[in-house]
């Protein structure tokens, strides 16, 4: 194919892409007019006054920013003053987003083109060229500056080019926020120097790597390496230097290949030297969430295929081992079926809007209605909530995410509803979050009181998304579908897909089939959206319809997080029985009842057979009592995934010794010598299990034991559960954890004793057969002890 029939075809592919997107928004439309229409529609008049009051709300937090902090990177709103970085008491790792580089101004430049204030946005655009620079000796996050800096700057020369074309103003302007952006993305460019592609997760902004406290640096997230394409590939596309976008897609490239080839599932961090997993939790938030986006929005903005294969195959994987029903519950990624936490984070909530850009409305609604009901629950989405949507962190940092699915939605949809929790959301930050400074975070949901922050992205992100809400697309400046927003709701054209860099076709390479491909619009079964949300109107509460259905509910499949199992359970005349209830079933049908005794039968046998591999997993830890050297006492610990198992008959046994330090962090310990051929207790936290167990390995303990650092925990109460590695297979000695009440009893003995306490280190399984045929063989002992002589 010549060079001109190929960008003649994927000219056509950019059309026929735009009209895919299009058309699923139509078909949406049509779909939500023909349903049952909401309760609450919202008057032209109503949804004006609230586009003005979130314009005023803007303005409330700008000029609270630019009066008392400005040129400071944050607003501090109870203090009224601004924080800069080395002059205001240190947060620790969360001021790595600040680099004494105006970061408020210029992540809130767009926001102003939106709100028609051409006016503020040129002076703004005059003051960042005089006063904003990035040569400072400063360590900053790469992900952080390039998603607020970097796409700050070019989203504002790009609309600084739009108004003089469109607007005949800004003529004097000669691209110099490009050449910032330019220079800022090579000083990011050093963390790219790895052997895997990976980015570091912090650069600093003059040294580079050079930085002696960047000496460790090793670890980053799979969010924070996977969101830097839009960026960068918009870098180079508008300066003609490509060195940004080789990086970028280097680094998707990396990524990708370090998927679970079982599940397609990633991990959240990892070491950007080895590629190896740090921690396999899989998700939707914190950690690994705008990885997806990235992926999905990299296909839209570049046309480039391989970026949507990927992202199907891993939404699939989402939808398969993540989701349950509207909720979405981090799993290990080499081990799919197992949870890895009993809690969500509030980052999820950008999800349901990416699965409407995808096409996927039906769960999208799901989750929005599941997590619309959180927020009603709580004020405000807590930072993280558990599984029975109780507070984990009560902290509210004013995240935009919610804000940013609800627009997507009523784009979509056009449902008033979505207008409605719009209206819920605008309302509730003014009454909990306005002060007279500007909008303060929410330290604890529970109590309503205040944090001294107000991050930039309330200004670029949340309060944008919510006068975009209330606004009539043809009433703004700019036509937004024709634009990308990036994760911090900065605009990128479309048309930088015609730039050069031209994209290949991946559909030939044998990862991808043609179902990976897909482009898939709403479906047409007339549910959305009011059909989707009725029956989880109550799913906090638990009161659900029944959702009908063909398939008998077998015990195996039950899950009781699940509101329809649930239901279907109770129909059949079974009673799933909590403290201070006393609700009976009562079987709808005799079938159902038949259906019932089943079920319980089938969970009688599940339930023997859960038992029997809970005890077979379980590791114990023994040791001779004060009394009788001959009697034993075992107390429970759980097994890990990176060590031998102890099977049959094998054990560990040796004398205790406590780690010094306890955490076993360091390179060594203390008493490393002490150590040799002891079994070593070493306490969780700080690093993880397996960079433990490889330091007790590397001293000579034969085994160790990792005690829990949570006050009160006990395997009677809470879950065993098998400690995760990083997928070597290196450490050759048992290991295994114990949870702080277990450890509690066992460190009482070793005070009392004088002697250093020896235990064995074994199977529980084995242990209670190991005591079952001492006690038999006592017994008859006892037995022929008690016997009468024979007569003679």
Not at 102 to 123: A, I, K, P
Not at 483 to 512: C, M, W
Not at 528 to 546: D, H, Q, W, Y
């Amino acid at each position: 194919m010549s060079a001109t029939s190929s960008e003649s075809f994927m000219h056509g592919q950019r059309l026929m892409l735009i009209f895919l997107v299009a058309l699923c928004i139509v078909v949406a439309c049509v779909l939500s007019t023909e349903t049952t229409m909401p309760t609450q529609n919202m008057s032209n008049k109503e949804r004006a006054e609230l586009r003005e009051e979130a314009r005023d709300m803007f303005y409330h937090a700008y000029n609270a920013y630019m009066q008392n902090a400005y040129p400071a990177d944050e607003l501090m709103p109870l203090s009224c003053k601004g924080r800069y970085r080395g002059v205001t008491p240190s947060r620790g790792d969360m001021d790595d987003i600040l680099g004494n580089f105006s970061m408020t101004l210029v992540d809130t430049l767009d926001t102003l083109v939106l709100l028609g204030d051409f006016t503020e946005f040129e002076h703004a655009v005059k003051l960042v060229i005089r006063d904003v620079q990035f040569d400072s000796d400063i360590i900053v996050s790469v992900f952080e500056t390039n998603i607020r800096m970097v796409g700050g700057l070019l989203s504002a020369h790009i609309l600084a080019e739009y108004l003089q074309k469109h607007a005949d103003t800004m003529h004097w302007y000669k691209g110099e926020l490009l050449e910032m952006s330019r220079e800022l993305g090579y000083r990011l460019l050093p963390a790219f120097n790895t052997s895997t592609g990976i980015p570091h997760a912090r650069v600093n902004l003059r040294l580079g790597m050079k930085d002696p406290m960047l000496k460790k640096s090793r670890e980053t997230c799979t969010a924070c390496a996977g969101t830097i394409l839009l960026e960068f590939a918009a870098l180079s596309r508008l300066t003609g230097d490509p060195i940004f976008e080789v990086r970028a897609h280097a680094a998707m490239d990396a990524l990708w290949k370090l998927r679970h080839r079982g599940s397609d599932l990633m991990g959240t961090v990892l070491n950007v030297h080895s590629g190896d997993w740090v921690r396999r939790d899989s998700g939707v938030g914190a950690g690994i969430d705008s990885y997806y986006e990235y992926l999905f929005k990299s296909y839209v903005l570049l046309g480039d295929d391989k970026y949507l294969a990927r992202f199907n195959r891993h939404y699939n994987a989402v939808m398969k081992y993540v989701s349950e029903g509207p909720m979405l519950l981090d799993v290990l990624m080499h081990r799919p079926h197992a949870k890895s936490k009993n809690f969500m984070d509030s980052l999820l909530a950008f999800w349901p809007g990416l699965q409407v850009l995808s096409g996927d409305l039906k769960p999208a609604v799901q989750t929005h209605e599941m997590l619309y009901q959180v927020m009603q629950m709580h004020t405000f989405i807590p930072e993280a909530f558990t599984v029975d949507f109780q507070i984990h962190w009560g902290q509210h940092p004013l995240r935009p995410e919610f804000i940013e699915s609800t627009y997507f939605l009523y784009r979509a949809t056009g449902d008033h509803h979505y207008l409605q929790v719009g209206k819920k959301a605008l309302k509730t930050l003014q009454q909990y979050a306005k002060v007279s400074c500007g909008y303060a975070a929410v330290n604890d949901v529970r109590t309503g009181k205040h944090e001294d922050r107000m991050d930039s992205f309330v200004l670029s992100e949340t309060i944008k998304y919510l006068f975009l809400l209330f606004s009539d697309p043809q009433d703004l400046i700019i036509n937004v579908d024709e634009f990308v927003f990036t994760t911090e709701a900065h605009l990128l054209p479309l048309s930088i897909a015609q730039l050069g860099n031209a994209t290949f076709s991946f559909r030939q390479t044998d990862e991808h089939n043609v179902l990976d491909f897909m482009r898939t619009c709403p479906s047409s079964n007339r549910l959305f959206p009011e059909k989707v949300r009725k029956p989880l109107r109550n799913f906090i509460t638990g009161s659900c319809p029944r959702t009908t259905a063909g398939k008998r509910l077998s015990a195996l499949d039950f899950q009781a997080s699940n509101a329809d199992h649930l239901r279907a359970v109770y129909d059949m005349g079974i009673t799933m029985v909590s403290v201070g209830d006393r609700s009976q079933g009562k079987a709808k049908s005799h079938e159902e009842g038949e259906m019932g005794l089943q079920f319980m039968q089938e969970m009688l046998e599940l339930t023997k057979m859960q038992s029997i591999n809970q005890l077979a997993q379980l590791q114990a830890v023994a040791y001779a009592t004060d009394e009788n050297p001959q009697d034993w006492i075992a107390l429970m610990a759980g097994p890990s995934h990176f060590s031998p198992e102890l099977t049959g008959d094998q054990f560990v046994q040796g004398d205790v010794i406590l780690a010094k330090p306890l955490r076993a962090c360091d390179e060594s310990l203390e008493n490393a010598e002490e150590a040799k051929g002891k079994v070593l207790v070493a306490e969780r936290g700080d690093c993880t299990f397996v960079s433990k167990a490889r330091l007790a390995q590397k001293v000579g303990a034969a085994a160790l034991i990792v005690c829990d650092n949570v006050p009160g925990s006990s395997g009677e109460t809470q879950p065993m559960f098998a400690m995760s590695g990083d997928g070597k297979d290196d450490v050759l000695i048992p290991v295994v954890f114990m949870y702080s009440v277990e450890f509690g009893k066992l460190s009482a003995v070793m005070q009392r004793r004088k002697q250093p306490l020896r235990v064995r280190v074994m199977q529980m399984v084995e242990f209670k057969r190991w005591q079952l045929a001492k006690e038999q063989r006592q017994n008859q002992t006892a037995s022929v002890a008690q016997k009468p002589d024979k007569e003679l």
